[in-house]
Nanobody
Framework: VQLQASGGGLVQPGGSLRLSCAAS????????MGWYRQAPGKQRELVAV???????NYADSVKGRFTISRDNTKKTAYLQMNSLKPEDTAVYSC?????????WGKGTQVTVSS
């Protein structure tokens, strides 16, 4: 199972970005998919997670601004990030649980700065 995250970049405060995480490999189904982030000097934190049925959970710091979604036919998860703040700057990584095993993809840098 391979995960490929994309969509990061430089954005001004108040702007938006949409991250994508595409899974590939011999996968019949994917359980939960999630987005995590790690800022310089800080521990990795959970940003949002979505179950195979579409149930979602968010970190308090992003509630109301970020939306996680998934397209099971494309084996892809998305993270729509609105009203971005400088404190959202981090490397964002995606994860997927497949047959009870957690897989991780390389991160994508998100920088929020004027």
């Amino acid at each position: 199972v391979q995960l490929q995250a994309s969509g990061g970049g430089l954005v001004q405060p108040g702007g938006s970005l949409r991250l994508s995480c595409a899974a590939s490999g011999s996968i019949f189904s994917i359980n939960a998919m999630g987005w995590y982030r790690q800022a310089p000097g800080k521990q990795r934190e959970l940003v949002a997670v979505i179950s195979s049925g579409g149930s979602t959970n968010y970190a308090d710091s992003v509630k109301g601004r970020f939306t996680i979604s998934r397209d099971n036919t494309k084996k892809t998860a998305y993270l729509q990030m609105n009203s971005l703040k400088p404190e959202d700057t981090a490397v964002y990584s995606c994860s997927a649980r497949v047959y009870g095993v957690d897989y991780w993809g390389k991160g994508t840098q998100v920088t929020v700065s004027s």
